[in-house]
């Protein structure tokens, strides 16, 4: 491995970093599918990847919150535990945890900076890592950081897909498949029996299969047919139909304890792990922000409950809106201030929305570039016989959402984009800090 540049500042190597191919804010149609150049990074790093055991987690939705019940439990129990998380909400620090902690930014930038030069070694010698991307930079600094740190166990978060993902170069020890949707269609397939073949990409042979997906589903026989083929067994959770979304991540979360126990995992009392760690403080050191996040607002003479939800796919807004639903001042209508990226279904995401939304208000967020314009949503809005204004600007968007809200007497709803969450709540601290709140 290269010499690294000496006492290297996060701006520096994320200013070297954001000069590579990010397909997080680019249109995916022409995306690089491959593991090579993520192999040959890894590889002249040392291969990070084997000096700790991981939990690898897939699926549509609830995979950040599963993750994060994970790591906060294996944390609680005092075993050496690191997270990998995408995509961030406010700063790029948030994507790597160590003991469920932020990763600090001397830290991020000291194994981004020997990713990136070994990245720069790999283009002078013309081998695969000198295609190497945004993500497979960021992931390669994540492991070189879990190795440094001495972790026990990792809990990985798959980027998109699984398969061709760049994550998955680890070897998860257990595999989850959280749930399979219609998402990024473009690059996964267009039904769900396709996109559950990539997903289920990342289950390694011999390897514990965790998920909720029923054997009669159709996404479900795909990943058991793969398991067979693997000689992998599988574990069903099944908290039920009308389960919240967070009883099925603790279902999970809890399902992978159980078999960490099973393969002689212990914490430092030396009591094996199990799903009772699963319990409400786990589950409060585990919450993430810009999931069914509430924030109490006032706007002029009224106090609106603002709800920051990244959702984006129709069937995660649909579960969303059912679980807030059960608090009795969330359960009328709402506002919503909405932003999508352009590979999203836009009109499955709407008419879920129409059901419990009086009016919309859409936005675009500045970073992000694969967004779909928010006079195309007004106008999709229209023909679903849904009301909305279009604010290109976010700050705008939120204030009039505020306004529309107060006088509606109702409750504001931020979603369709974790780039618009992040923005926003930002946007949220900063009134809080000068006392500006509305």
């Known amino acids: 491995m290269p010499a690294m540049t000496k006492h290297p500042e996060l701006p520096e190597a994320m200013a070297r970093l954001d000069a590579l191919t990010d397909w997080e804010r680019r249109p995916r149609k022409f995306m690089r599918v491959g593991l090579e150049p993520m192999q040959d990074l890894a590889a002249r790093l040392g291969r990070p990847q084997d000096a700790f055991r991981a939990v690898h987690v897939g699926g549509t939705k609830g995979k950040g919150s599963v993750s994060a019940l994970i790591e906060a439990a294996l944390a609680r129990a005092g075993v050496k535990v690191g997270r990998y998380a995408s995509p961030h909400v406010e700063a790029v620090t948030e994507r790597v945890s160590l003991q469920g902690r932020a990763i600090d930014e001397p830290t991020l930038a000291r194994a981004l900076t020997l990713a990136l030069d070994v990245y720069e070694e790999a283009r002078r010698g ?50 989850v498949v959280t749930n399979i949707g ?20 990342i289950l390694k042979p011999g390897a514990v299969l965790v998920t909720a997906l029923g054997p009669d589903d159709e996404a479900g026989r ?44 212990a914490g430092r009392d030396g009591r094996p792990m199990a799903s009772g760690l699963i319990d409400a403080e786990t589950r409060a050191a585990a919450r993430l922000v810009g999931r069914m996040e509430r924030i109490d607002i006032e706007a002029g003479a009224s106090r609106v409950a603002v709800v920051f939800d ?25 506002v919503a201030v909405v932003a999508l990226a352009s590979d999203k279904d836009a009109a499955g995401f709407l008419a879920e929305l129409k059901g419990r939304a009086s009016a919309a208000v859409f936005t675009e967020p500045h970073s992000a570039s694969r967004g ?37 007497k109702a409750w504001l709803l931020v979603t369709g984009s974790l780039y618009l969450v992040g923005a926003l709540r930002r946007l949220i601290d900063q009134w809080r800090k000068s006392q500006r709140l509305c």
Not at 310 to 334: I, Y
């Open 310 to 334: 990244g959702a984006h796919v129709p069937f995660n807004l649909a579960a969303v809106l059912r679980d807030l639903a059960r608090f009795s001042d969330l359960a009328g209508p709402c």
């Open 126 to 175: 013309g081998t695969a890592a000198a295609e190497a991307t945004w993500f497979d930079l960021l992931t390669a600094a994540a492991l070189v950081i879990f190795r440094d740190a001495g972790v026990e166990w990792a809990v990985v978060e798959v980027g998109l897909g699984g398969r061709l993902d760049s994550t998955n170069v680890v070897n998860g020890e257990i595999a």
């Open 372 to 408: 779909r314009p928010a006079s195309e949503l007004h106008k999709l809005a229209a023909s679903l016989g849904l009301p909305s204004e279009v604010e290109p600007e976010p700050e705008r968007a939120f204030r009039r959402g505020l306004e529309l809200a107060a006088e509606a």
């Open 182 to 201: 219609l998402e990024h269609t473009e690059i996964l397939g267009k039904t769900r029996p396709l996109i559950a073949r990539e997903k289920v990409g």
């Open 222 to 265: 795909v990943v058991q047919t793969r398991a067979d083929e693997l000689g992998s067994p599988v574990i069903r959770v099944n908290p039920g139909e009308a389960a919240a979304i967070e009883a099925i991540n603790a279902a999970l979360a809890g399902a992978v304890l159980d078999e960490l126990g099973r393969k002689g995992v």
